[in-house]
């Protein structure tokens, strides 16, 4: 265990990240220190490139190829094994995707259902169906349970994604350009969704392009070539200014 | 993951890559049901064939043949040898030293019959007497487990035989022995399948006579011959007094002599220490050795060779040679249909993998380990495997009941003709469909480890 204040959550030291081998590859993540308070809705931003998506997926635990140390609520990252860390991902951490990244071949049902086939500890069916309604019903698809991921608009399409994040309940939602496939309306029922979701006491973690997603969270990260360039909380920004100069698309993938 | 989240998710994926299953599938079935059909084929052969023909659970042991033209400068030694010491005999020492070895169930001796003997009979066969000398053996009776009907086959002369002069001082189904006035069952007699086989086979067709299976082999039981002891059709030769013997047919066994006749063994002895002396009585002509059920008949064959006694080559070595090697050629055939099938496989799950990398990076996202993702895909493939081994299964039993069918409506009969020659056995069934899933499970075994060693992230950021 790592020693952490208990109020923290995620706590990220000297992270560098360096994708390849060879000494030439770029560093796309140069040293970052960052800590995600519990309960805190912080967004992550920055041009394309700057690491952002890289740091969400190591904070993660969808990356272990790093240098530095990151720990969630005190537990190390690097001394967990791949099971450990996979039923950290199953228990405790939600991702949302901007590609929604759901199974196109089983019921929007079964996709929500997905964290317990793979979990250590299973719910019974019965109850695990029940949670799964529970959650599409959350997020207003109690009608859409038996329907293919194919027949859904793309807004429908992430909040079953968001659904299946929260089926276990999870301490920290990370959510990798959300709204970025969506329209400007569909994008801020999911903004909504997620300001509701931290009221409740979710800790969440968005990376985006977009400054009405960032202008919904309490705390914004700016990265700039692999480091923190700006950290500071939403109220202290300057509300008339662009948090971010749009360079890239909404749907470029970013490594 | 447990077994039905395994099994839910497996189905829904299968499904849904069904055109690749599809093709995969086809190819494993296409080898396993060529490798099924041959290996049946092989399997029925020498189950339905050739051990009827060369039993290769027993062996005959006989006396050496060593002679300075067969076998060179050992035959030469052991020929000098058997003139110097005599001639190795098959005494009862031997037959108590080989049902000593731990592989064998039991030692029949066997005597033939040292003298002349001619016979008739047969009418109710042929509708008149055949009139032929008679190769004549003798068996213990405990050799044979067949009923026998309608007497047993066993020794009836008994000095205690009530006294006659002729048949009808007899009781019902005795007859008068008017060499010592006495009253006596019938000789039984045993014949062999192969004799029959080769009666139905060749002879019934060459002169028109009704083949004797099934039914009609029960009702040649009791089937009624004479036997005329020291006396030959053929040959000049006489010897001793000429004596007859009423015989009887009893049954068929694979114990009687391939081509003659079969009677318990002290009738036998009985005749030639009367017509060729005591020594003819007791040396015997051959040992039928009883292997253990599932134990190997070589180490008795090289027991039998140390004590200086050669085994009856009746060919069933190089006919089981010639059978094996044919099987084999047409295994490899198989197994290179297979090699391909299970390359076709590894193709089809490193496209279908490459297809999922999101899939499997939202499975890794949402709990899934390294293992379960190994385990997913290669759960996958041995489905694939099964189903292309019972396919392969099924369509290899269909062809060889269409063969069988057709052999039996088209082909002519011939000696051993089998009603199917095939033998699909419970445990190659299960063989074939564990080694169709194993080959998909080994083709699939690469890609699946690639993909399951795959970061989360590398699979979701993929293009």
Redesign the interface.
């Known amino acids: 265990m790592t020693e952490t204040d208990e109020r923290d959550c995620i706590l990220v030291k000297k992270l560098s990240k360096r994708y390849g081998t060879a000494t030439g590859d770029p560093e796309v993540l140069r040293g970052v220190d960052l800590t995600v308070r519990r309960g805190e809705m912080l967004c992550l931003m920055g041009r394309s490139g700057s690491g952002k998506?890289?740091l969400l997926?190591?904070v993660?635990g969808?990356?272990?190829?790093y240098e530095g140390s990151v720990s969630f609520f005190g537990e190390d990252f690097s001394r967990l094994s791949?099971?450990a860390l996979?039923?950290l991902?199953?228990?405790h951490i939600g991702?949302v995707?901007q590609?929604f990244?759901?199974?196109?071949?089983?019921s929007c049902l079964?996709n929500v259902l997905?964290?317990?086939?793979?979990?250590l500890s299973?719910l019974p069916?019965k109850e695990a169906k029940e949670r799964a309604r529970g959650a599409l019903e959350r997020v207003g698809l109690a009608d859409k349970q038996k329907s293919r991921p194919g027949e859904l608009s793309g807004g429908q399409k992430q909040r079953v994604a968001i659904a299946?994040a929260l089926f276990f309940h999870p301490q920290v939602l990370l959510c990798d350009e959300p709204t970025g496939n969506l329209d400007d309306v569909t994008g801020q029922q999911i903004i909504d969704l997620f300001s509701e979701l931290h009221r409740e006491g979710l800790t969440l973690v968005l990376v985006t392009h977009e400054p009405r997603v960032a202008s919904a969270t309490t705390r914004v990260v700016m990265l700039k070539n692999g480091r923190i360039a700006q950290d500071s909380e939403t109220n202290d920004l300057p509300k008339t200014e662009p948090l971010v100069s749009h360079t890239a698309t909404a749907d470029e993938?970013e490594? | 993951?447990?077994f039905?989240?395994?099994g839910?998710?497996l189905v829904?994926?299968l499904?849904?890559t069904l055109r690749a299953f599809v093709l995969s599938v086809f190819g494993i079935a296409v080898g396993v049901s060529v490798l099924a059909f041959f290996l049946a084929m092989s399997l029925g052969m020498q189950k339905r064939v050739l051990h009827r023909i060369f039993p290769t659970d027993r062996i005959e042991v006989i006396p050496p043949k060593a002679s300075v033209q067969d076998t060179g400068a050992l035959g030469a030694l052991g020929a000098i040898s058997a003139l110097v010491g005599g001639q190795k005999t098959l005494s009862k020492d031997v037959i108590e030293t080989l049902r000593a070895h731990k592989d064998v169930e039991a030692v029949f001796p066997r005597l033939r019959v040292a003298f002349p003997v001619r016979g008739w009979g047969g009418e109710r066969l042929v509708g008149r007497p055949i009139y032929t000398d008679l190769p004549i053996d003798g068996i213990d009776p405990a050799a044979v487990s067949e009923k026998t009907t309608p007497w047993e086959f066993k020794d009836y002369e008994n000095a205690k035989n009530p006294f006659c002069t002729e048949d009808k001082n007899c009781p019902q189904g005795f007859f008068c022995s008017w060499d010592k006035n006495q009253c006596e069952p019938p000789v039984p007699v045993l014949i062999s399948p192969t004799l029959l086989e080769f009666y139905n086979g060749s002879f019934a067709r060459m002169y028109g006579l009704p083949r004797i299976t099934g039914f009609l082999v029960n009702q040649l039981r009791g089937l009624l011959a004479t036997a005329e002891l020291g006396r030959s059709f053929v040959s000049r030769r006489e010897a001793g007094r000429a004596r007859q013997r009423k015989l009887v047919l009893v049954g068929v066994s694979d114990r009687a002599q391939t081509f003659g006749l079969t009677v318990p063994l002290a009738y036998v002895q009985r005749w030639n220490a009367e017509y060729a002396g005591e020594k003819a009585a007791t040396e015997f002509s051959s040992l039928t050795v009883q292997v253990k059920p599932g134990r190997s008949a070589t180490g008795v064959v090289e027991t039998v060779r140390k004590l200086g006694f050669a085994i009856e080559d009746n060919g069933a070595e190089q006919a089981g040679l010639a059978v094996l090697l044919i099987t084999a050629l047409f295994v490899l055939t198989a197994l290179s249909t297979l090699a391909v099938a299970t390359l076709n496989v590894a193709h089809t799950f490193f496209r279908a993998i490459a297809e999922r990398r999101?899939?499997l990076?939202?499975?890794?996202?949402?709990?899934?380990?390294?293992?379960?993702v190994l385990r997913l895909l290669l759960a996958e493939s041995a489905v694939m495997g099964f189903v292309g081994g019972v396919i392969g299964v099924l369509v290899a039993r269909l062809v060889a009941l269409g063969i069988d069918r057709m052999s039996r409506s088209a082909l002519p009969d011939f000696p051993f003709k089998p009603d199917s020659y095939f033998w699909f056995s419970g445990e190659l069934v299960v063989g074939l469909v564990g080694f169709s899933m194993l080959l998909c499970v080994l083709g699939a075994a690469w890609p699946a480890r690639n993909a399951a060693r795959l970061?989360?992230?590398?699979a979701?950021?993929a293009?």
């Open positions: 998506s890289t997926h190591i993660g969808l990356d272990r190829e791949d099971q996979a039923n991902r199953n228990q991702f995707f590609a990244h759901l199974l196109s071949h089983v079964d997905l964290p317990n086939a793979f979990s299973p069916q299946r993938t490594r | 993951m447990t039905r989240q395994t839910y998710l829904q994926s499904l849904r999101h899939e990076g939202v499975m890794r996202a949402v709990g899934a380990s390294r293992w379960d970061s989360p992230a590398e979701l950021t293009r």
